[in-house]
């Protein structure tokens, strides 16, 4: 291509996000975010959200009145319910769930490990040996299984998934039979951003007689999600990726509501117990998913995505999720356009409906490109070995700014 028909091609890509920004019904929220007023393309929202402006005032109003001013009396008087209330508020606006089914608790990685183990405790069937779960699942996923099979002498059963794609009903059909106990899987995977079919998998699972885990990370603010309607039995996630929770926030867990009697999670605490201010002789688990926290929860943590919750219940998931379609479409035509005739790889499904909210793209030299690229305000992450990731947050990022994003890693490439 000359230099003519290529600077022809992208004002033409840049008249077309321009289009996107203004035909796009969600773009009046990205002036709520902190930061969005400059050039920085910020393609990371899938791994650490932006804030919210609000935030700082929602922060600072807790710092003086909350806990300045309340202080001891705030856990009474509505502390110790956060975790519920807010549970409940991300199952309506976010996961399909209804009330008495979600907590904010832990972290990820702690809330997977409890819901594996009550898992394995309702399954409770000593034939039922091995947990199923795939290659290229998160590590934090891999390790946990490892380490519980270790703890109850379980078998793994690994299902080999594609990278640049995921794990399909099919391969869940044949991983799983009699001896299988749990299903631990990503609905959308970390990298590729291929998107499990959750309903699909779970029918399957249940079909064999397992119980389901999902790792619900990269779906929860991306995708629509009905955990209620598909029948799920355990899930977990992040909120400071898509629900802009802020480094660290907590967790959170889904237990469906057929699960709550006599579940049994390993780690009992005094804020799990019946009541956690007897100071009583014994663990007694409290009734409903309350019986679900260990100890005292993060408030702090939790101030952050309340702002974002309240912007998915106005906005809607399904017009969240439309325009997420549109900027992972847009991506992939920028990739097309610009760094495929380069040498770089699409490691994502280049069908729209087979994915989340980010593509990765491969090259040798992303390495180093993106360690160029964070130094001049353009932030896509790093994935080994040599995979960019270019996550997409429908609330926070506009056509233009991926517009800039994509651009510079072209540029970047030819250095
Ligand atoms: C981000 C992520 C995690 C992170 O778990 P933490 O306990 O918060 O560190 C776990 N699973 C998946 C699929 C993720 O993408």
Known sequence: MDANMENHDAGALLEQAAQLDAGDPLARYRSLFIGTDTDLSYLDGNSLGRPLKRTQQDISTFIGEGWGGRLIRGWDEEWLDLPQTIGDQLGRAVLGAAPGQTVIADSTTVVLYKLIRAALATVADPVRT????????????RYLVEGIAREEGLTLRWIEADPASGVTVEQVRHATGPATAVV?????????GFLADLPGITEVAHSAGALVVWDLCHSAGSVELELDGANVDFAAGCTYKYLNGGPGSPAFAYVNRRHLPGLKQPIWGWMGRKDAFEMAAGYEPAPGIRSFLSGTPAIFGMLAMRGTLDLIEEAGMAAIREKSLKLTAYAVQLFEAWLEPAGVELAS????????????LDHPAFRNVTAAL??????????APHGIRVGLSPLSTSFAELFRGMAAIRDQLRR
Request: proline content about 9%.
């Open 130 to 141: 091995e947990i199923v779960l795939d290659t290229d699942n998160f590590p934090t996923d």
């Open 184 to 192: 631990l899987l990503s609905h959308v995977a970390y990298r590729s």
């Open 349 to 360: 499904p280049r069908e729209p409906e087979l994915r989340g909210s980010h593509i990765t």
């Open 374 to 383: 964070w130094e001049q305000d353009v932030i896509p992450d790093f994935r």
